[in-house]
């Protein structure tokens, strides 16, 4: 079980206090033996039922009484090409080292330029190149950069 309890403070300097953040969930796993299919993996978690493809990746959850869900999609190299929470999607894209370079959805897209840098919140599309570790983009759509 994990106790935790966090207030944010606003610019306004008000204090708000969070939620609760304590939480108990029991999890349930495929049985073991010669036979089992990925007998380490939860298939079961709190009211949650999960999902997985023949790679062992995690394909996506169900919950079992409010219908909520997510489903995710992996390309053939393991990555998440999407992922959509009750139809809400978000895309990921990736270099040619494997690197997630860009993730765009409903709050809008982020790219990664290097580890040290991020951009997000684009305000006009990406306009450079990508190539391995090294990318360039206009300063236009690296205006909201975050360093």
């Known amino acids: ?39 380490h993996a939860p298939s079961h978690i709190g009211l949650r039922t999960y999902s997985d493809d023949a790679d062992g990746n995690q ?7 409010d219908g909520t869900r997510r489903a995710i999609t992996w390309d053939d190299e393991n990555r998440i090409q999407n992922n959509a929470d009750n139809g809400q999607t978000k895309d990921y894209k990736y270099d040619d080292k494997g690197q997630r370079m860009i993730k765009r959805g409903p709050q809008g897209e982020t790219v990664y330029v290097n580890q040290f840098q991020v ?5 006009c599309k990406f306009d450079g190149w990508l190539s391995g570790s090294n990318v360039r983009a206009s300063s236009k759509a690296m205006r909201r950069s975050i360093g």
């Open 1 to 39: 079980m994990r106790q935790r309890s966090f207030a944010l403070i606003q610019p306004s300097t008000q204090a708000v206090t969070q939620k609760k953040t304590t939480y108990t969930f029991a999890y349930a796993y495929n049985p073991s033996g010669a036979t089992s299919i990925r007998p």
């Open 59 to 65: 394909t996506g959850w169900t919950h079992d009484t």
């Open 119 to 123: 951009a997000s919140r684009i305000l």
